[in-house]
């Protein structure tokens, strides 16, 4: 059966001095930081096209920040960027606060702490691996009719939704513990499917180096 790879890129660090979680705001842009994280990714990429690797295939989530850490790669690899609203941030309510313990115990926010397994203060884990399950199915099998057996497709999306679907690749539950998810500015989580099948997830972070003071807040 033939196997194609599904890399999800974190999009890169944004400029963000208020610190609030921006969600789906529009233009919350990449820093500088960010910018060269994604040159990294993208430098990456292209050394493994220049391999031989079949990267036919680039998607990004409609924000901002996903569309310009896709940018580099665009140009590194001569693809251009299709846009899927399928790989979009995850709904939160606390979008555009600065979260912090005092705004949580303002009792307005207290009935979105009803569920945390849901979780019931924004979209449901459940809904965003399938969503995003379907659209790394979908560039698979797009990239399978651009370069055949082995090629590959880069998808640009959030960190919520990534390692959700990395969990429900991995045969994991869903609801998890936000300080320890594997996913990091500018790092890729790669899917290898065989059909319709996830057969085998790796990970890896091609803008390690610029890890060290960059924004560290879940879903920064």
């Not at 960027?81 to 949580?104: M, Q, Y």
Request: charged fraction near 25%; charge should be neutral; glycine fraction near 8%.
């Amino acid at each position: 059966m033939p196997r194609v790879l599904v890399h999800l890129l974190r999009h890169g660090e944004v400029f963000n001095p208020d610190g609030v979680l921006y969600g789906r705001l529009p233009e919350f842009h990449l820093s500088d930081r960010g910018r060269a994280m994604a040159d990294l990714v993208a430098d990456h990429l292209a050394e493994r096209a220049a391999g031989g690797a079949k990267l036919v295939h680039l998607v990004a989530s409609p924000l901002t920040r996903a569309q310009e850490t896709a940018q580099p790669t665009a140009a590194a690899l001569g693809l251009e960027i299709s846009t899927d609203p399928r790989i979009i941030e995850a709904e939160n309510h606390f979008e555009g606060l600065k979260v912090s313990k005092a705004e949580l115990r303002k009792p307005r926010h207290w009935k979105y702490f009803l569920n945390p397994l849901r979780p019931s203060w924004g979209e449901p884990y459940a809904r965003q691996a399938d969503r995003m399950m379907e659209a790394a199915r979908d560039a698979g099998r797009r990239a399978l009719e651009l370069g055949g057996d082995g090629a590959e497709a880069v998808l640009v999306s959030h960190q919520l939704p990534i390692w959700a679907t990395r969990r429900r690749a991995e045969g994991k539950r869903l609801w998890h513990d936000p300080r320890h998810r594997e996913c990091t500015l500018a790092s890729l989580t790669t899917l290898v499917f065989e059909g319709d099948d996830v057969v085998e997830v790796s990970y890896s972070e091609p803008a390690a180096v610029l890890l060290p003071g960059a924004a560290t807040t879940p879903g920064a």
